[in-house]
């Protein structure tokens, strides 16, 4: 075990692992990766002073803090959480599954708990489905990165109600270095989408994928009217490389993109549009534990 660099514990299915990982003489002082659904304050965790990576559901309050840059949460109370990874520089939200041991009760428990503000967060990553666009919503209005770079909305199924621009507005509040922008799978309205560009005017990269799911067409996020927009170079300025994707029975016309093409010739640099069943690059909706791994 004290060569280990990964660990993954399946703890739902076998208790006993936690007893196992408080042992005082486990130590793994090369561990970079754990995924574990409640991180407490053990040996093996003090011990592992390259650790990088954290996917988890809870985190013991009286945790050390740890020098972790990439920090992957599902919780509804993502502020207390992120206060013991103060290093952070990218953040995944993920609202707790049903199921989860941790969160007995998740489909009635509100997002709460203290406002999280860090200027070393450069990336935001939040995904969630139909059932928890509440949640997202809500997890969005507990943080604000005003150094953030790169910001990835993705939704995993059959989408609900509309992304409102008011949840957006918090993460990006003071936000002048927005670099990248992934936006899939949510249904929002064309308005939003325009004032959530101007937002970000100095995003270089934008990328938007049309929901899996059939959507009824003012909250399609791609649509002929979006790309009548793109084409005014007053929006997004910057821009040098556009990715978008949407459904076959999207009826697109091929002179708005040759429009947009046309207009912003002299910036973009890569552009990827085109008819396609999107389905999600971001793969799993909820902490994943696999047996602890040893190397």
């Given at each position: 075990?004290?060569?280990?660099?990964?660990?993954?514990?399946?703890?739902?299915?076998?208790?006993?692992?936690?007893?196992?990982?408080?042992?005082?003489?486990?130590?793994?002082?090369?561990?970079?990766?754990?995924?574990?659904?409640?991180?407490?304050?053990?040996?093996?965790?003090?011990?592992?002073?390259?650790?990088?990576?954290?996917?988890?559901?809870?985190?013991?309050?009286?945790?050390?803090?740890?020098?972790?840059?990439?920090?992957?949460?599902?919780?509804?109370?993502?502020?207390?959480?992120?206060?013991?990874?103060?290093?952070?520089?990218?953040?995944?939200?993920?609202?707790?599954?049903?199921?989860?041991?941790?969160?007995?009760?998740?489909?009635?428990?509100?997002?709460?708990?203290?406002?999280?503000?860090?200027?070393?967060?450069?990336?935001?990553?939040?995904?969630?489905?139909?059932?928890?666009?509440?949640?997202?919503?809500?997890?969005?209005?507990?943080?604000?990165?005003?150094?953030l770079e790169i910001l990835k909305l993705v939704h995993?199924?059959?989408?609900?109600?509309?992304?409102?621009?008011?949840?957006?507005?918090?993460?990006?509040?003071?936000?002048?270095?927005?670099?990248?922008?992934?936006?899939?799978?949510?249904?929002?309205?064309?308005?939003?989408?325009?004032?959530?560009?101007?937002?970000?005017?100095?995003?270089?990269?934008?990328?938007?994928?049309?929901?899996?799911?059939?959507?009824?067409?003012?909250?399609?996020?791609?649509?002929?009217?979006?790309?009548?927009?793109?084409?005014?170079?007053?929006?997004?300025?910057?821009?040098?490389?556009?990715?978008?994707?949407?459904?076959?029975?999207?009826?697109?016309?091929?002179?708005?993109?040759?429009?947009?093409?046309?207009?912003?010739?002299?910036?973009?640099i890569d552009v990827v549009a085109r008819q396609d069943h999107v389905?999600?690059?971001?793969?799993?909706?909820?902490?994943?534990?696999?047996?602890?791994?040893?190397?």
């Amino acid at each position: 075990m004290h060569r280990c660099y990964e660990l993954h514990a399946f703890v739902d299915e076998c208790p006993r692992v936690y007893d196992l990982l408080s042992e005082a003489d486990l130590k793994l002082p090369l561990l970079e990766s754990l995924t574990l659904p409640k991180l407490l304050d053990l040996p093996f965790v003090r011990s592992a002073t390259k650790l990088r990576t954290i996917r988890t559901e809870f985190v013991e309050k009286d945790l050390k803090e740890l020098a972790v840059e990439n920090v992957e949460l599902a919780t509804w109370t993502p502020g207390e959480n992120l206060m013991s990874f103060p290093k952070a520089k990218a953040v995944t939200l993920l609202p707790p599954p049903p199921c989860s041991t941790t969160w007995p009760h998740a489909r009635v428990i509100a997002v709460t708990g203290r406002m999280f503000c860090s200027d070393l967060v450069s990336s935001l990553t939040v995904a969630g489905t139909r059932n928890t666009m509440v949640k997202i919503e809500e997890m969005l209005c507990k943080v604000e990165f005003p150094n953030l770079e790169i910001l990835k909305l993705v939704h995993f199924d059959c989408t609900g109600p509309p992304l409102r621009l008011k949840s957006i507005c918090r993460p990006l509040k003071g936000t002048s270095t927005m670099k990248q922008l992934v936006f899939q799978g949510f249904a929002i309205r064309l308005p939003d989408m325009l004032d959530i560009l101007r937002m970000v005017p100095r995003l270089t990269c934008l990328s938007i994928y049309d929901s899996p799911f059939p959507l009824f067409g003012p909250y399609r996020p791609v649509s002929n009217a979006l790309l009548g927009a793109l084409a005014d170079k007053k929006i997004v300025p910057n821009l040098e490389r556009l990715n978008i994707f949407w459904r076959h029975d999207l009826d697109i016309d091929d002179s708005l993109v040759k429009r947009l093409l046309d207009t912003r010739r002299d910036r973009l640099i890569d552009v990827v549009a085109r008819q396609d069943h999107v389905t999600p690059h971001i793969v799993c909706s909820r902490i994943i534990c696999a047996a602890i791994h040893e190397t």
